[in-house]
């Protein structure tokens, strides 16, 4: 069983946060996988696939454990699954993580501990100490440091990974900034960490182990919206 405290920060105060878009064929793994987490767990199904079935199932199996799932009739995109289940956390601490399991529960405690001393932890693949047991290919790679380097220039953030998907942060920094959010695809990393830039947050980047998955749902269509939509935001 893990330690419900670590560092100052009491585990069963905080929330994970997982955007489960149609993932019928992963969910069950990552259900096992997270399932001694002592905080709430909230899943956010916005797809047409059986996996909010899957996790109400699993829920009922496991009494014990805190979970909910959210359903919505229609796609709320990347950014706006993430957002639906921030406003629904009730906890101190709120973090989400991919459903797909590059992430272990681990990592993500151990980023859940680093806010006894920051309002915000985002896990990086590419600051020194990070592990990557297996890495993307090299077009992603390449496709990621374009994407940092124009981050860096439209919104001055030092970031070199806004985009893994893993993120812990304290409610009330996000309580701050989450009113005001506009982006729902996978600009949304971008938009949130801008905003609490803004507002003086202290938002600390530390290495992750990180194992790429395949199944990747970013598409070049994807990667298209995602530029327009940080233009849109940085130009207004």
Sequence with gaps: MLNNTSGGVNRA??????????????IRSL???ISG??????????????????IDAFAADHPSLSIRCLTFPARLGKGGGVLAGMKAAA??????????????????ERLFDRLATADGVIG???????VLPVR????RRAESRLFNLLVRLLFGLDYRDTQCGAKVFRKKALGEVLPSIRS???????????????????????????????ESKVNASDAKEMLLGMIRLRFG
């Design 13 to 26: 105060d905080c929330t994970l946060v997982i955007p489960s878009y149609n993932e019928e064929r992963r």
């Design 136 to 139: 993307q290919g090299f077009r």
């Design 31 to 33: 259900l096992t996988d």
């Design 124 to 130: 990086s693949r590419w600051v020194p100490g990070s």
């Design 37 to 54: 987490f002592p905080g709430d767990l909230i899943f956010v199904c916005d797809g047409t696939d059986t996996t909010s079935a899957i």
């Design 184 to 214: 729902t695809g996978f600009e949304f990393d971008v938009e949130l960490l801008w905003q609490l830039r803004r507002r003086g947050c202290r938002v600390v980047e530390v290495p992750i182990t990180w194992e790429n998955r395949d």
């Design 91 to 108: 906890t101190r601490y709120v973090g989400y993580m991919d459903a797909d399991g590059s992430t272990s529960l681990r990592e993500m």
